[in-house]
């Protein structure tokens, strides 16, 4: 019956171990699935910022050069997508 008993604690021991790493796992894509949504609120608040910005609302130096920045990477997109249709 020893042996029996090992086996028994053992196949305990793995299923409440499995259940913690499922638990663990849960919590992992809970955090996941949070950092994704502060990153999706971050990008909204910087659409918001340069709206204000390219409203003539004063900025602090440091947003308005992120969103001169940003206003530079479209126009060089613009231009290569003028550039990609001339190609045609």
Excluded: Q, W
Excluded at 38 to 55: F, W
Excluded at 62 to 75: A, F, H, I, N
């Amino acid at each position: 019956m020893a042996f029996l008993d090992k086996v028994t604690d053992l196949t305990r021991a793995a299923a409440k171990k499995s259940g913690e790493m499922v638990e663990a796992g849960k919590v992992a894509v809970e955090i996941s699935k949070l950092r994704s949504e502060i990153k999706d609120i971050h990008i909204e608040i910087g659409k918001v910022v340069c709206r204000l910005n390219n409203a003539g609302i004063s900025l602090n130096p440091e947003l308005r050069y992120m969103c001169e920045e940003v206003e530079e990477k479209l126009r060089a997109i613009e231009a290569l997508e003028a550039e990609k249709e001339m190609e045609k």
